[in-house]
């Protein structure tokens, strides 16, 4: 299947020069699904709805301060191969070309809404992401900013000093926030007023209560309920309670769910891969294999590195963190870490990684001397 129905030529074409004020009354007016932005005539960057809308900067601003890169796609492509281009791009849009003439754009939910009914061979429980950054109900807005930033996260399941599930916060309820008190108490200078929001507690703005799923759903449930709900991702609870946190599922997780290949080669897919420097996807593949390697029971089904790039530098080098997640036979297994380039922070990541596989192997290993040692008692 490839994403030739799926592309669609309903866009809007904007300079890199236009100003916002400008692009928001066009989008207002026409509704298209997403904005193609050019540079001298070349393609340039996307913007899409959600980044117009909900931009606080403002109208005098040029499109090319709020456009994000995308890759191009070509409108016969494998639909496979463009879910991964759009997870690895970072992105929810890209421009879809015919030849050198651009055809259009397509975006995730584009791709999801075309493959929805094939997703009743995958359980959430393949796909979901165990290893949750949370955040307590008593914390401070601007403590949950800074751990969204910290982990490169666009959503914070909201917790009572039990760790019981309270509510959801996403980046998009604190710019929601921020937007509407924008508009009611004008845009001059608010840094106090900004401030004041810093210092709310997070239930304040939090979304309650929360849409679950549960790991024995069909993805293709899961996914129809984001549609009817408008939303990206979904708190995992388990199947005897809606209290405790599991993890998370989002529309990524489902669209690098996708890519999984059944090759001998272990499938990596890598997130921000513009972000890679030295290191190539060979090198990657490479290491991560030699690390798996020495446990040899273990299966990797699928291998996820995403970096993410923080403001701060050194001698012009920005600190990066990297996340690799495997899905593997025996479970999920993590590690990440930070470091001043995409080289030093895989590393970091790669040691903690290699601690949690040699660990998983010695648990497995106490388990089945323990499994020995009752044997023998019982022979007694």
Request: hydrophobic share 35%.
């Amino acid at each position: 299947m490839d994403i030739t129905n799926i592309a669609t030529p309903d866009f809007v074409e904007v300079d890199a020069g236009k100003r916002l004020g400008k692009i928001r009354s066009i989008f207002d007016r026409e509704k298209p699904r997403g904005i193609i932005v050019t540079e001298d005539g070349a393609y340039a960057g996307v913007i899409g709805e959600k980044q117009l809308v909900r931009s606080r900067m403002e109208d005098d601003t040029k499109a090319s301060a709020v456009m994000t890169s995308a890759p191009r796609l070509d409108r016969h492509e494998d639909v496979r191969e463009a879910a991964r281009m759009l997870v690895e791009g970072d992105t929810k849009i890209a421009p879809v070309y015919e030849g050198e003439k651009l055809y259009g754009i397509v975006t995730g939910d584009d791709i999801l809404e075309a493959v929805l009914e094939s997703l009743d061979a995958i359980t959430v429980e393949d796909i979901y992401t165990e290893d949750v950054v949370s955040v307590g109900e008593k914390a401070h807005v601007g403590q949950a900013i800074n751990r969204l930033r910290e982990h490169g996260v666009s959503r914070l399941p909201v917790v009572d000093e039990r760790g019981d599930l309270e509510g959801i916060l996403t980046t998009h309820d604190i710019i929601d926030f921020v937007v509407r008190d924008d508009r009611r108490q004008g845009r001059g200078d608010r840094r106090g007023d900004l401030d004041r929001m810093l210092d709310l507690p997070v239930y304040d703005l939090m979304s309650a209560p929360v849409i679950t799923a549960q790991p024995g759903e069909l993805v293709r449930d899961v996914v129809s309920r984001m549609f009817e709900s408008e939303i990206s991702g979904l708190v995992v609870t388990p199947t005897d309670t809606e209290n405790e946190v599991s993890g998370i599922v989002t529309k990524t997780d489902v669209l690098r769910a996708l890519t999984f290949t059944e090759e001998q080669q272990m499938d990596v897919q890598i997130t921000n891969i513009d972000l890679l420097e030295a290191l190539t996807r060979e090198d990657i593949v490479a290491d991560i294999t030699s690390v798996v390697d020495k446990y040899q029971k273990m299966q990797v089904h699928h291998a996820h590195v995403r970096f993410h790039e923080h403001k701060e530098k050194l001698r012009g080098t920005p600190l990066i963190q990297c996340q690799i997640r495997l899905r593997t036979s025996h479970g999920q297994l993590a590690g990440s870490g930070e470091g001043y380039g995409s080289e030093h922070a895989f590393h970091v990541a790669l040691d903690k990684l290699e601690r949690n596989v040699l660990e998983k192997k010695g648990v497995n290993a106490d388990e089945k001397y323990r499994g020995q040692l009752v044997r023998k008692l019982g022979d007694l």
